[in-house]
């Protein structure tokens, strides 16, 4: 897969990269371009998905974009680290199973950081779980599109986020758990840097099987520069 890495470039608005996003999503469908990953570093933004409750929004005039991808509201902001992969999946197609290539790929880089993770049934997401000091806590929120045979939207993983505006929130719409960070779990510095790569890697790996070129090489992946990011 290509990857357009908008990272070196700091916080990025939320909608500019969305327009990035649709575009290089029409040119995937049409065949005209190699399935991509986009990867970004968002300002603070609120966005919901399309089952997002009234109750799940800020109460304090916070501004909140509507996006048209499957969940509920969440945050992005800096510290985290979103992937939008954008790939033609292999009919028949079957959304629950890339889902869950997205949480193996990230399971997998934090079982390489030493930190267990797991998923819980019935919510999407990947999370650290419940001890009896605290509750299941979402370290990784997934929210995917397909339209037109061809993915849309994709991975949030808190590293070092400053988790304080998920205050202002219910969070993917849970109430009985909470958010987390890499950095808080594994009680050392995690930053998108150190996880960028091996990520990337991952969902080449766990998400190639499903894309209808197949996978691709993990030598095959290359960063390109999109014109008029």
Known sequence: MDVVSLLPDGPRDYEEVWDLQRQIHAEVADGKRADTIIAVEH????TAGKRTNNSDRPTDGSRVIDV???GRITWHGPGQ??????????APIDVVAYVRALEQAVMDVCSQLGAATVRV???SGVWFPANQFMRDRKVCA???????????HGIALNCDANLADYGR???????DAGVTTLTREL???VSIADVTEPLLAAVNRTVGPLAKGGATAPADVAHVTPSGA
């Open 43 to 46: 300002e603070a933004v609120f």
């Open 68 to 70: 048209d991808r499957g």
């Open 81 to 90: 680290l979103v992937l939008y992969p954008i790939v033609r999946l292999a």
């Open 121 to 123: 049934e019935g919510r």
């Open 142 to 152: 997934i929210g995917v599109r397909v339209a037109r045979g061809t993915t849309m």
């Open 169 to 175: 929130i219910v969070p993917c719409g849970i109430t």
């Open 187 to 189: 009680r050392r510095p």
